[in-house]
């Protein structure tokens, strides 16, 4: 389903470069790690698991208005990615029978947390907590503090019924608070990493409470995990090559709004798989054509350690026609009735001539639509990619110590240890 071309190479690498990178023994490393539990999830989601995470889903529809996903990193980013990408990035204002959807835990800012309760008000609400180790430290400050409203709220019943838990299924506090109290608890599967958890439990409850077809997001997932293997090998071996030969920082860049926090989750997927031991691409996202008005500037000729992967989609979900009529006193009567789709793909062909001309090489992933299956096609793709790729820098993909150092530090200043 994700296609991959690498024209926008030449000239800059040869394509031998790209072909002598062993990515394919990088790939067979994988299903060997204890950590890969990930690469087999499109395979395994079945009915019950579906009924599952649907079921509960209805659960929150019918008690509540708005739904509090509090969690960070891997927890959070692929259900927000994933209800951008497959309805809207303006989800909470449009029109609908779902909750509205917000995210807490995911920064330690007061002000923020002050405006997630205000946004709520008086509507009814449901908290998913997530958190793979149970004890990051931002998602348990907003825990205590949601965990107590509804307490307030809806009493020692209602914070029963209205509080759901996503964690490991072993030795998470989470888990054993979960167990104790007697909230729902749904287990991500073992071995499976935050950053490659988007395709259980974690990204997919959210997603069904938003009304997204999950089934169709597993479905998009399996293609790719069954024909796409190629194509990942070779996004990952191009990214390595240009690595090589001086181009440090990768720019994913997408025409689509609706894309931006799929660029988010693509930045924590590969900045933490790959950024290690002194070495790794870094992984940076422009959202086109706004970021042309701030960051274009420096893309197209400031230093030049930097290549592009552009993502772009086959069909339109939605197209306006330009107006036309004597109104307009500007210089674009020519694109009169013209569809902005076709301006948006002729953008992305402007900037791939000037960025290449600029000397910046471009990689080009083409997806069919804006959907729930291409959705699942592009995490898929994206986190087998990924793997190979770091495994053939030499790092290990599915370890983050570097998370941790912050983390120390912040125990330390505010005297938890
Ligand atoms: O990829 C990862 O494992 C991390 O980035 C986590 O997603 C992030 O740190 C949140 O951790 P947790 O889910 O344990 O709260």
Same mark, same amino acid.
């Given at each position: ?40 999830? &499109? ?8 009924? =599952? ?17 509090i969690g ?26 779902? &909750?509205?959807?917000?995210? @807490? ?22 908290v998913n907590v997530v958190s793979?180790?149970g004890?990051?430290?931002?998602t348990?400050?907003?825990l205590?503090?949601?965990k ?15 509080l759901y838990v996503t964690t490991d299924?072993?030795?998470s506090p989470l888990r054993e608070m979960a167990a104790?109290e007697g909230y729902a608890c749904l287990e991500m ?12 439990v974690?990204?997919?409850l959210?997603? @069904? ?69 002194? !070495? ?18 420096? !893309? ?55 960025? !290449? ?10 997806? &069919?639509?804006?959907?729930? @299956?291409?959705?699942? @096609? ?21 370890? =983050? ?17």
């Amino acid at each position: 389903m994700i296609s991959v071309d690498i024209n926008g190479i030449n000239g800059f690498i040869d394509e031998g470069e790209v072909r002598r990178i062993d990515s394919q023994a990088a790939y067979d490393k994988i299903a060997a790690l204890n950590e890969s539990g990930w690469i087999g999830l &499109p395979g395994e989601y079945d009915a019950a698991l579906s009924a =599952q995470i649907r079921d509960m889903a209805a659960r929150i529809c019918g008690q509540s208005a708005a739904l509090v996903v509090i969690g960070i990193g891997g927890s959070y980013l692929g259900a927000r990615a994933a209800i951008e990408y497959i309805i809207s990035p303006n989800y909470n204002a449009l029109p609908k029978g779902t &909750p509205d959807i917000y995210f @807490a835990g995911n920064n330690a800012s007061g002000e923020y947390l002050q405006q997630v309760i205000a946004l709520i008000g008086d509507r009814d609400y449901s908290v998913n907590v997530v958190s793979k180790s149970g004890s990051t430290i931002e998602t348990s400050i907003a825990l205590r503090f949601f965990k107590a409203m509804l307490l307030d709220r809806y009493g020692a019943d209602g914070l029963k019924e209205r509080l759901y838990v996503t964690t490991d299924s072993s030795g998470s506090p989470l888990r054993e608070m979960a167990a104790r109290e007697g909230y729902a608890c749904l287990e991500m599967p073992p071995r499976v990493g935050g950053r490659y958890s988007v395709l259980t439990v974690v990204g997919l409850l959210p997603c @069904a409470v938003a009304g997204i077809d999950i089934d169709a997001v597993m479905a998009g997932a399996l293609e790719e995990m069954e024909s796409g293997v190629d194509n990942a090998r070779l996004y990952a071996a191009t990214r390595q090559a240009l690595y090589r030969n001086g181009k440090k920082i990768e720019m994913l860049a997408c025409f689509e709004p609706a894309f931006r926090y799929t660029g988010e989750w693509w930045k924590q997927l590969f900045g933490e798989s790959e950024g290690k031991e002194g !070495i790794g691409i870094f992984p940076a996202f422009a959202d086109y054509t706004a970021d042309l008005h701030s960051l274009g500037q420096y !893309i197209q000729e400031g230093e030049r350690t930097l290549f592009e992967t552009f993502v772009s989609f086959g069909e339109p979900r939605a197209d306006m026609a330009i107006p036309g009529g004597s109104l307009h006193d500007d210089k674009i009567s020519a694109l009169a009735g013209m569809g902005m789709h076709e301006v948006n793909k002729s953008a992305s062909e402007a900037v791939k001539k000037a960025h !290449i001309d600029g000397g910046v090489p471009i990689i080009e992933l083409s997806v &069919p639509r804006l959907s729930a @299956a291409s959705f699942g @096609a592009l995490v898929y793709f994206f986190e087998r990619s990924c793997a190979i790729s770091a495994l053939v820098s030499g790092v290990n993909p599915f370890g =983050q110590p570097g998370v941790e150092a912050y983390k120390k530090n912040l125990y330390a200043i505010l005297g938890l240890v």
